[in-house]
């Protein structure tokens, strides 16, 4: 898997495009820190994540899992707003993390449509 960086020609939120196969959890852990840390390092709160070229192979127990070890990082009371951009064919894998990531205090929306992403996540 590999990851890229951008600031967008704005300067407001952080551009985030993952390639290649994310196969278990701590695959999506290590992503999820690296953005992170990226995004504290540059005083960024809005995060663009662009998966549409990544193949997510996680189950729902793994999603779950993923989901308790963010509450327990302390990543979700930062008030990062977070949007993931997804190929349509990733709609139920996001559908099934959202619950237990919300059921969490992890806020984040996943959009197929790269315009609607961008007015959501920088809306005040």
């Keep these: 898997m590999s990851v890229s960086y951008s600031i967008d ?3 407001d939120h952080l551009c985030v495009t993952v390639q290649g196969v994310i196969a278990k ?3 999506a852990l290590g992503f999820g820190i690296s953005f992170r840390q ?3 390092e ?3 709160k809005r995060i663009l994540i ?4 990544a193949r997510i192979e ?3 127990f793994e999603s779950v899992q993923l989901a308790k070890h963010i509450e327990s ?3 979700i009371f930062q008030g990062n707003r977070i949007a993931h951009l997804i190929a349509p064919e990733q709609v139920r894998l996001f559908v099934d993390y959202k619950t237990p990531a919300a059921n969490r205090g992890f806020f984040f929306e996943f959009f197929t449509d790269q315009d609607e992403a961008l007015v959501w ?3 005040d």
Excluded: V
Aim: aromatic share 8%.
């Design 58 to 60: 996680l189950s729902y």
């Design 121 to 123: 996540l920088l809306k």
């Design 42 to 44: 540059l005083g960024l």
């Design 9 to 11: 020609n704005m300067g």
């Design 73 to 75: 990082s302390g990543f």
């Design 25 to 27: 959890k701590d695959d």
């Design 38 to 40: 990226k995004a504290e």
């Design 50 to 53: 662009d998966c549409r070229q």
